[in-house]
């Protein structure tokens, strides 16, 4: 339900309004809209458990393929709701699921928006047959009981990983087109025994997709069995996993059909494995390399993560689609560099490190690079630092099918804009380098913009504080570009830019 309800994620205001609509709205307009949104939003989910009750025409609850508890828990948070919508939402049939929690005040009651949720969708999953996919902040004992109610069941995806514990049998009696498992976290001591019961349980060789978004107790024990799931595992990411589990990588060696693949350090990169586990580092490299189906690979912050990547690109059996690599050291990755130009594959590739002050890395990295006549979206963070206009020019001429574009740089001048011009499917270009950019150049890149830069986003950053444009020539470069291609300009100096990019 989350991705179809009118209003999500505390009832946003920008919904269907364009900047100059929101420049104009008055404070009382966008407020009264906000609470007309969130009124909405809650006739949505009261619909829905009414009709789990027999109490509306039409049978809504009966329609639902996906369930998102974490979308009403919410709606049942947010402010607006509480002041003036919670009455209306809990009147009559639904008055008996409001939990209440103790107030700031001892005499005061007020709602308690993650009980209630798990208690409306007590009876929504009364009657949900067709349910195939549910997600939230529910609790153990609930879900052993709703699973039973939903037997075409295909994802979960749980805010606490302990919710599982009991889960497994069920899953296998009850439902058998169970496939996919997203957990946010799971800090338990015995999170890594109990998950690893949970992964025997289920039906072997059914589980196909597997992400933990934040931390997560397990280790040995878990990776270990995934290999029940060899043969259907093909995506799997572990955030923020822990010691034990990193110096356990090599215990993966049979889950050989993964096409994605996602590993990030929760440790502040205390371990190398080259150095402090040489024995699971080369069993790990051996497993990967077996991986003949990896198309995705995004590696953060594990020390020496470009020694493990490496002989993956070498692999000429192995083509690649996206990379990511964060948290390494430019100076001790010219192999890596060098390993890139394997990969003509790759389309999106997203390289961040520490950059080499020498610059003796630049010119394997920008021939690497150039090489790479696939890629569509190119993002380099810091180990760019040092690029010139020479070097970015180059890269323009090189990857002519970008459409994504951020990079740093060192002294960047209107000497780029010609090449970068001719980069006719380019929509976002982000230049978070020492630039010493003009008006008129800006301008007449933007004149030279056709069809296929449609909507593009420039963002200028760490722009010289000597070359600061006016507020007249920014509004110009943003009316030329609005009217061009119905893209948008963003300007920042160097003293005040914390960059990060933004999403689109």
């Known amino acids: 339900m989350h991705d179809v309800s009118p ?92 939990a209440e929690t103790a107030g700031p005040r001892k005499t005061q009651l007020r709602l308690d928006a993650g009980p209630t949720s798990n208690r409306l969708g007590e009876i929504i999953t009364t009657r949900t047959p ?90 040995p024990e878990s990776l270990l069995a995934l290999s029940c799931h060899r043969e259907t595992l093909t995506e799997l990411k572990l955030d923020c996993i822990n010691l034990q589990a990193l110096g356990s990588l090599n215990l993966l060696a049979g889950c050989t059909n993964l096409t994605t693949l996602l590993l990030t350090d929760g440790t502040n990169q205390q371990v190398d494995l080259k150095d402090d586990h040489n024995d699971v580092f080369l069993e790990t490299i051996a497993w990967l390399r077996r991986c003949k189906k990896l198309q995705s690979v995004i590696i953060r912050n594990i020390r020496g993560g470009q020694d493990l990547v490496t002989p993956v690109l070498l692999e000429n059996d192995i083509h690649l689609v996206n990379l990511e690599l964060k948290g390494y050291f430019m100076v001790d990755a010219h192999d890596f560099h060098q390993a890139l130009a394997n990969q003509p594959s790759l389309r999106e590739l997203q390289l961040q490190g520490h950059s080499d002050e020498t610059g003796n890395g630049v010119p394997i990295l920008v021939e690497s690079l150039s090489q790479l006549t696939n890629l569509t979206d190119l993002r380099l963070q810091d180990i760019s630092d040092y ?104 300007f920042q100096l160097q003293q005040d830019s914390e960059y990060e990019g933004e999403s689109d």
Not at 411 to 420: E, S
């Open 130 to 219: 067709m349910l195939e996919e549910l997600s939230g902040k529910i609790e153990n004992d609930a879900l052993l009981r709703w699973i039973p109610r939903i037997p075409r069941l295909r994802l979960l995806n749980l805010w606490y990983g302990g919710a599982l514990v009991g889960a497994g049998p069920l899953l296998r009696q009850h439902c058998h087109d169970f496939k996919t498992l997203s957990l946010w976290g799971w800090e338990h001591p015995e999170a890594d025994s109990k998950f690893a019961d949970f992964l025997n349980e289920i039906t072997p060789q059914t589980l196909e997709s597997l992400e933990i978004f934040s931390y997560m107790n397990i280790g």
């Open 387 to 490: 690029f010139t206009d020479e070097i970015l020019g180059r890269l323009a001429r090189s990857l002519p099918k970008l459409e994504g574009w951020w990079t740093s740089g060192w002294g960047v001048t209107d000497a780029i804009w010609p090449d970068v011009a001719t980069l006719k499917s380019l929509r976002r270009l982000d230049i978070v380098a020492w630039s010493r950019f003009t008006a008129n150049g800006i301008l007449d890149f933007v004149l030279n913009l056709g069809p296929g830069n449609g909507g593009l986003v420039l963002a200028i950053m760490m722009a010289d504080v000597d070359c600061d444009l006016t507020e007249e020539e920014q509004s110009t470069i943003r009316d030329t570009i609005a009217a061009r291609v119905g893209g948008r300009f963003l």
């Open 7 to 98: 209003v999500t994620n505390r009832g946003s205001s920008d919904v269907d309004m364009s900047a100059q609509e929101r420049a104009k709205t008055t404070e009382k307009t966008r407020l009264r809209q906000e609470e007309v949104m969130v009124t909405r939003w809650a006739q949505m989910w009261r619909a829905i458990a009414l009709s789990a009750t027999s109490n509306t025409f039409f049978p809504y609850a009966g329609y639902i393929r996906t369930l998102n508890l974490g979308d009403l828990e919410e709606l049942l948070g947010d402010a607006k709701f509480r002041d003036r919508v919670s009455t209306m939402f809990f009147e009559g049939e639904l008055g008996k699921f409001n």
